[in-house]
């Protein structure tokens, strides 16, 4: 009995170790992230660029929040005061998706009224496409750690990564059409039809916070 317990303590110790190094990894690309976007983003006069490093800067909120979530409990934590950090985390997560979606929707709203094309950076499609090859990488191993550990608060942050990944995609895509056919509208309406799944997310977390903490 002893052994599996050992053997279970020391599985999950592995996985939370795995967790606190992709947290960590995810702090600093968007932290790097954001800075060169939101600079190059201004040098070009890239409301796009711009925007895209506030939603840098959103996510780490959400990375550092589970980054000490994991941390907790590795440190030893009660199984109380572990509840407590996912619940806490739970919160934080579905809260940055909620802000994450009133970013886009003004944004988009923004460049529609006022009918503003993407402006093209060449530094700016390089992060992208680096973006869009990071994001869902860090996204799908976020997923599975946070599967194995039970944790719904780092698969709803791991969620959140694949937003980043997606709008990545959607500001490469607003580029390239407004650059072949003139479609400036794409990349905000691009933005816009996810939405209705960074609304849902948000909420789901937020009532799993709450329904947790009864």
């Not at 886009?104 to 709203?109: R, V």
């Not at 933005?191 to 916070?209: K, S």
Request: net charge negative; hydrophobic share 55%; aromatic share 8%.
């Amino acid at each position: 009995m002893s052994k599996n317990v050992n053997s279970e303590f020391a599985e999950r110790s592995h996985l939370l170790h795995r967790g606190v190094i992709l947290e960590r990894l995810t702090i600093a690309w968007n932290m790097a992230e954001a800075l060169i976007a939101i600079v190059a983003g201004i040098m070009a006069g890239s409301i796009a660029l711009v925007g895209f490093g506030l939603d840098s800067t959103i996510e780490t909120v959400s990375a550092v929040t589970l980054y000490r979530r994991l941390k907790a409990e590795l440190a030893g934590a009660s199984e109380k005061d572990v509840e407590r950090h996912e619940r806490r985390a739970l919160f934080i997560v579905g809260t940055t998706f909620f802000v994450l979606s009133v970013y886009i929707l003004y944004e988009a709203a923004t460049v529609l009224v006022k009918r503003i094309p993407p402006e093209s950076s060449i530094v700016g499609i390089c992060l992208a496409t680096a973006s869009l090859i990071v994001m869902p990488a860090l996204a799908w191993a976020k997923i599975k750690v946070g599967t194995e550990l039970g944790s719904r608060a780092l698969i709803g942050d791991a969620k959140e990564t694949f937003v980043c990944a997606y709008l990545s995609l959607a500001l490469l895509v607003g580029l390239g059409l407004n650059a072949l056919l003139g479609w400036w509208w794409a990349d905000p309406a691009a933005a816009l039809i996810m939405l209705p799944f960074i609304i849902h997310e948000g909420r789901e977390a937020l009532e799993e916070a709450q329904s947790s903490d009864r």
